[in-house]
């Protein structure tokens, strides 16, 4: 094989370098700014699962923060507090309450991430510049996305420690078992009123990202409450983020609601796959994580709309999980409560038996469940 001119080149076959400019492996880890770390990373342990993997704050040489990473197979959560209340990070906690504040994307080259991504009209976040300890080196940057949502690149091929440079590994006494997530499936941005287009032109034109599918309001609304959907995806398709608006509904629209709360756009749900979405929730439900209520009536023409599958659907009923079906196959989700007092950032769980896409038939059951708490709230 030989090179030349970004070609490899067998005898019969050319097969292009890659055309695109930013390669990503994965999301690399979520980090939530949340108002007490401590507490915090005890809950994602307990109600979870999540394990204890590094930490860093005072003792570490960070003076001005405390971050606890948790770990379950693949997903990787941070969570920072401030340790001052003048800093970038509690103006953020006051102004959003818990949220994410960084989706970072694990790259071959942080700096080439940086200047391909800037160079297309990125608003730079963070130069890059490289972290090293004793166990190696890692090499950062980032760019500002939705609202104060920034993604964070990480390149960290030459670094061997439990998480990043600066990071001690974590030990604790209390290690609840895991409940089976394993990855993060995908990631949602609420964003304001008519600017979907926008942000998913950035997704497309800023990080090269396709359009997977669309669905409009007319799909999307129930009596009161509607929204607009893209679903942006990456080359690979490991990374995939839809994008919300709300749309005009006779009364409040539940992503205009979370837009009230989180005072702008952002995260507001992180899709976390499992391999048994069956055991996952049980195991979730036992431990005190809430999750959305759907309609018995829902489970009764369930086979009418999906046909057969694998699990027995008293069973889905009883837990409250919902299907889907589309040309590749069927899906399994269930989604939680907000997981803080504003109602903002929750989680879905989801299990994908073939299926791509991201449960549009559920979107009407699942809006009447959240409309019910929403009413509950009185933000309807
Ligand atoms: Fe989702």
């Known amino acids: 094989m030989c090179y030349i001119r970004g070609l490899y080149l067998t005898p019969f076959i050319a097969i292009p370098m890659s055309s695109d400019f930013l390669p990503l492996q994965g999301i690399d880890h979520v980090e ?29 040489g960070m003076r001005d ?11 990787r959560l941070v969570l920072t507090t401030p ?21 970072a994307l694990t790259v071959p080259d942080a700096a080439s991430a940086f200047h391909e991504t800037v160079a297309r009209g990125a608003k730079p976040y963070l130069e890059p510049h ?9 090499t950062f940057s980032g760019i500002h996305a939705y609202g104060d949502t920034v993604h964070i ?14 990071y001690r590994a974590w030990q604790s006494s209390y290690n609840p078992p895991v409940t089976g997530l394993r990855y993060i499936d995908h990631m949602v941005g609420n964003v304001g009123w008519f600017e979907m287009n926008k942000w998913v032109k950035f997704y497309a034109e800023v990080m090269g990202f396709d359009q997977l599918v669309s669905f409009d309001d007319k799909d999307i609304s129930t009596e009161y409450s509607a929204l607009m959907s893209k679903v942006m995806s990456n080359g690979t398709g490991k990374v995939k983020f839809p994008i919300n608006e709300p749309a005009e509904g006779r009364k409040k629209s ?37 999750f959305l209520h759907v309609p018995t009536t829902y489970y ?23 299907v889907d079906r589309d040309d590749d196959g069927y899906l399994l989700q269930i ?41 509950l709230r009185g933000n309807l």
């Open 254 to 290: 539940q992503i205009e609601e979370y837009l009230d709360f989180y005072k702008g756009p952002g995260v507001q749900h992180i899709a976390m796959g499992t391999g048994n979405i069956i055991e996952t929730v049980q195991s979730l439900q036992d431990r005190g994580v809430e």
């Open 300 to 322: 009764e023409t369930l086979t009418d709309r999906v046909g057969e599958i694998d699990e027995e659907i008293a069973e889905l009923g009883r837990l409250g999980i919902l």
């Open 83 to 103: 340790l001052q209340p003048v800093s970038d990070i509690a103006a953020h906690i006051f102004q959003h309450g818990d949220g994410v504040k960084a989706i």
């Open 335 to 375: 989604f939680t409560k907000p997981v803080e007092d504003r109602p903002t950032v929750f989680f879905e769980i989801i299990q994908r038996k073939g299926a791509r896409s991201f449960g549009k038939g559920n979107f009407k059951a699942l809006f009447e469940s959240i409309e019910r708490e929403q009413a």
């Open 153 to 166: 690149f990480v390149e960290r091929d030459g670094y061997s420690g439990p998480f990043l440079p600066g």
């Open 130 to 138: 490289t972290r090293r300890d004793e166990l190696g080196e890692a």
């Open 32 to 60: 939530f700014y949340v108002g007490n770390a401590k507490q915090a990373a005890h809950y994602y342990k307990t109600a979870f699962g999540f394990q204890s993997l590094a930490y860093a704050g005072p003792e570490t």
């Open 65 to 75: 923060r405390a971050s606890y990473v948790l770990a379950q197979d693949k997903i």
